[in-house]
């Protein structure tokens, strides 16, 4: 069992930068590869960014435009997305998620077992 807490959601200006944290607990966090995902109101939920277990690999969704990085603390048990030169198409909830197996899958949110309570970000122009 894993269990996601989220933080450091917020308002900013477009073409600021904000960092969210997603705390996981549990002992076998290093085993999990995680996701970031995002939705805005009325849309689906959308595919941000995910990192294998070792923090070697990352994928990224395409539209961001190399603009999000995704990193992984393992000794803390963390994972963290840095968000910069933010838009105001930006404006979502986030969600971070965790999954053990699947590492091709790791842009679909069927993919992923567990998931935080999401932190909202909204970018003002």
């Known amino acids: 069992q894993v269990q996601l807490v989220v933080s450091g959601g917020g308002l900013v200006q477009a073409g600021g930068s904000l960092r969210l944290s997603c705390a996981a607990s549990?002992?076998?966090?290093?085993?999990?590869?995680m996701g970031w995902f995002r939705q805005a109101p009325g849309k689906e939920r959308e595919f941000v960014a995910a990192?294998?277990?070792?923090?070697?690999?990352?994928n990224y969704a395409d539209s961001l435009e190399g603009r999000f990085t995704i990193s992984r603390d393992s000794a803390k048990n963390t994972v963290y997305l840095q968000m910069s030169s933010l838009k105001p198409e930006d404006t979502a909830i986030y969600y971070c998620?965790?999954?053990?197996?699947?590492?091709?899958?790791?842009?679909?949110?069927?993919?992923?077992?567990?998931w935080g309570q999401g932190t909202q970000v909204t970018v003002s122009s």
């Open positions: 990192i294998s277990w070792s923090g070697r690999r990352t």
């Open positions: 998620a965790a999954a053990s197996t699947g590492w091709g899958l790791n842009s679909q949110k069927e993919a992923y077992a567990y």
């Open positions: 549990g002992r076998t966090f290093s085993s999990y590869f």
